[in-house]
């Protein structure tokens, strides 16, 4: 008897682990295979059990012929959980098939008399039998190779746990082999009734390693489970001593069997395991019943924990947090109140009122939680509004909201347990309120500054309109203004050429001088007039580019004759070096006039007396250049950025040209870009300036005649 309650202790502790290893992780494979060995292994202790402790031989017989496919299953689920355990080389297809097909061979064949039949009354073990015990053993010795190779590069604690899980296998398959096995085969079958006790070697070594050693990380679970354990083995000690020995000795006449006594305790056992959750379980069916408004305080509160930690929007805040308030203590209603100073920030009701208490009149209120029935002065303030229960809201002794409850929707009054949660809440929302409130001030605050953005934008854009408007009157202006002084310019322009050529008579030295002065005056005003209807058209989007075949060096050439006499007057030497080569080229000849006399009225202009001008007009192998180098001021490197924009001078060039218009340069940049050339600049203070334009010739170059 006493190694029957041996067996069905250690059959216990093997469904036990099973349970545990499941619940700890049921997705992991080595922790799924662990509790199929294990489970297998009780299986295989049941069968050998009863198959020991029956009293005819035909049962003997069927628990005999179970026991095999249970102990190849057992040794399949070994080899499996050492693979996944050590995360070894998975196996192949065709391995897995193999192994899966054999266990069902066995599974089908053991229930024939190739695996156990009866000769003359006796059990004897067929082919089945001697073909699956080498399998078994194969199984058991592959796992265990696996944990052996695994061991030499494993950590400390993993070479503990696989040390334990090895020599378990080791003193439980060899015993459960000699006296399952071995012996019965010599003739010795009584020695089969010792080969169930191998899986307490293993069961035992198996808890070992998983509560000392972290096996599968289930430690937690299975230090929980010992105090079960404990309850199941008195359990199931007072029930054997009561059943099998107290009644046997009050009983003479009463006599068990073995099998009796083993299904007896095995029945106790179960009865035990199911009695916490048949209790668990009762118990919600009578609190359902009888405690419809209870909950569980802790539970409760994990749950706020969570909405606060997650929500920072004070709208999410009370709706879930009322919400949850208002189920946990069935409440009829729920409203929460946010302060900013002395008057309501927010509020919210589960009921969508609107109604609620002064802000005075609940800071007079003295107790974190109020109930309207136990108030002198403010039960009235709270009656009024139909509220049974207030809860301040405080953070450094100063209210920053209230919770309001109305009456409990069964009828019955606030406990005790609702007063401790609705405190221990009121502390939690307190911070989250006032990270909630200052959230929501700051998304207000962008909300005003975007409008004002949205109002500023739009003013912004009424006075661009307007200055559009304007520029575009002006433009109109200067396009009129310039048409109408361009006529009388061209006549006065040519009267003028008419003295100086004597057409009208000859003139003495002073007089041909003051004429060629006059006449280079009104050149520069027709250049100005020109600038300044170029920039109104390319305002309107009306400038056009007209290239025709032209000679580029005779177009130089000319404007340097046209600048001579200012040269002249200003003490200026021009050198024009243009070289020998004067490619036909596609360009607006007329618009690159006024380029050229740009940059050399403004070498003229900017360079000291007695200095030198130099025009550089050459063509190379894929470009023409022209260059106007002087020794002048300079442009100042905080002019760079601005330089070819729209009416920008330099401060030191408005002080030595102060009737500049500042349309030169953003002419030139637009005229050379229109026509595919690039600007040449380069400038050092004080030092002089150099002012340019180059074409690629594969652009520009053509084969046609210039035209007159």
């Not at 030499?152 to 096995?181: C, D, E, M, R």
């Not at 169930?196 to 035992?204: G, I, N, Q």
């Amino acid at each position: 008897m006493l190694l029957n309650f041996a067996l069905v202790f250690f059959g216990l502790i093997l469904i036990l682990l099973t349970a545990i290893i499941i619940v700890s992780n049921h997705k992991n494979k080595a922790n799924l295979f662990l509790a199929g060995f294990l489970f297998t292994g009780f299986i295989w202790l049941l069968f050998n059990l009863l198959a020991n402790q029956t009293t005819t031989v035909n049962d003997e017989l069927r628990f005999s012929r179970l026991a095999l496919p249970a102990a190849y299953l057992l040794s399949l689920m070994y080899w499996k959980f050492c693979v996944h355990f050590v995360a070894s080389q998975k196996q192949k297809n065709y391995q897995k098939l193999l192994l899966w097909l054999m266990a069902v061979v066995v599974a089908a064949l053991s229930f024939t008399d190739l695996n156990a039949g009866l000769v003359n009354g006796e059990i004897v073990f067929g082919s089945l039998y001697f073909v699956a015990i080498p399998m078994i053993i194969y199984n058991f010795f592959i796992g265990s190779w696996i944990l052996i190779k695994a061991k030499k590069n494993a950590n400390h604690q993993k070479k503990q746990q696989l040390t334990y899980i090895y020599w378990g296998i080791v003193l439980s398959v060899v015993p459960a082999l000699i006296f399952n096995a071995v012996l019965p085969l010599l003739g010795y079958v009584e020695a089969a009734e010792l080969g169930a006790l191998s899986v307490v070697f293993f069961s035992s070594f198996a808890t070992f390693a998983i509560v000392k050693h972290k096996l599968l990380d289930i430690r937690l679970l299975a230090a929980r489970a010992l105090a079960y354990i404990l309850v199941l083995i008195t359990l199931v000690s007072i029930y054997s001593f009561v059943v099998f020995v107290l009644l046997g000795w009050i009983f003479e006449d009463i006599e068990y069997t073995r099998t009796q006594q083993v299904v007896s305790m095995f029945s106790a056992a179960l009865l035990a395991l199911t009695f916490q959750p048949l209790k668990q379980f009762f118990d919600r069916v009578t609190n359902r019943v009888f405690f419809r408004d209870g909950y569980n305080t802790q539970t409760k509160i994990k749950i706020l924990g969570d909405i606060l930690a997650e929500e920072i929007e004070i709208k999410v805040i009370a709706e879930k947090v009322t919400g949850l308030l208002m189920d946990a203590i069935r409440s009829q209603h729920v409203q929460l109140l946010v302060f900013d100073e002395s008057k309501v920030f927010y509020s919210y009701s589960t009921d969508e009122r609107e109604e609620y208490p002064s802000v005075k009149g609940l800071k007079r209120l003295k107790k974190t939680v109020s109930i309207s029935d136990d108030l002198n002065g403010g039960k009235n303030l709270l009656k009024k509004h139909n509220i049974d229960l207030a809860v301040k809201i405080k953070t450094q002794g100063v209210a920053v909201g209230f919770l309001l409850f109305g009456s409990k929707a069964s009828g019955s009054i606030y406990t005790s347990q609702d007063i401790d949660l609705l405190t221990i809440a009121s502390k939690e929302l307190a911070i989250a309120l006032e990270n909630a409130k200052n959230f929501a001030e700051i998304e207000q605050f962008n909300e005003t500054l975007k409008k004002k953005i949205k109002i500023a934008t739009n003013n912004l854009r009424e006075k661009n309109k307007k200055l559009r408007e304007l520029d575009h009157a002006k433009d109109d202006f200067i396009s009129m203004a310039s048409h109408q002084l361009r006529t009388p310019l061209t006549t006065i322009k040519g009267y003028l050429s008419m003295l100086s050529d004597g057409d009208l008579g000859k003139l003495d030295e002073k007089q041909q001088q003051v004429v060629e002065s006059a006449f280079a005056s009104s050149e520069r005003m027709v250049y100005l007039i020109s600038d300044l209807l170029n920039a109104s058209r390319i305002n309107t989007g009306k400038f056009v580019i007209d290239k025709k075949p032209v000679k580029l060096k005779s177009v130089i050439e000319n404007e340097i004759k046209q600048l001579s006499l200012t040269a002249e007057a200003r003490d200026i030497k021009l050198t024009a070096k243009l070289g020998d080569k004067d490619p036909v080229l596609n360009l607006d000849a007329n618009k690159l006039k006024q380029v050229i006399m740009n940059f050399i009225d403004n070498a003229i202009y900017y360079s000291e007396r007695g200095s030198e001008v130099v025009i550089d007009y050459h063509v190379t192998a894929d470009a023409v250049e022209l260059q106007v180098k002087d020794n002048g001021i300079g442009v100042p490197k905080e002019a760079l950025n601005n330089l070819f924009t729209k009416f920008y001078r330099a401060e030191n060039a408005k002080r030595v040209r102060p009737d500049g218009t500042g349309l030169g340069l953003f002419l030139a940049k637009k005229v050379i870009t229109a026509q595919g050339g690039f600007i040449i600049f380069e400038s050092e203070i004080g030092e002089g300036s150099t002012f340019g334009f180059r074409f690629a010739l594969s652009a520009v170059a053509t084969n046609e005649e210039p035209t007159n």
